[in-house]
C-alpha cells in the first residue's frame, strides 16, 4: 500500500516502501475477554494534527519525553 487515510479526518498520508513519510500515531490493540470486543483486533492511525486535536481532550495528558535519536 502507498498512502493510508487518517481514521479521524481522512487525509492520505504518503507512504513509500512500507514507511510513512509524515508521521503518525498508529494504534493495534486486540481485545481480550471481559470487554465487549472478545477477540477483535482494532487497528486505527491518526495524522498528527488530529492526534494534537485529541490529547487535548484527555483528563490526563500522555506522558512526553525528549529522545536524542529517532529508533
Partial sequence: M???NCNVCGKVLKREH????????????DWGYFSKKD????SFTVCEECYDKWIRTFAIPPEITERSEAL
Fill in 2 to 4: 502507498e498512502h493510508v
Fill in 18 to 29: 512500507g514507511i510513512l513519510r509524515e508521521d503518525a500515531f498508529e494504534a493495534v490493540k
Fill in 39 to 42: 477477540l477483535q483486533r482494532h
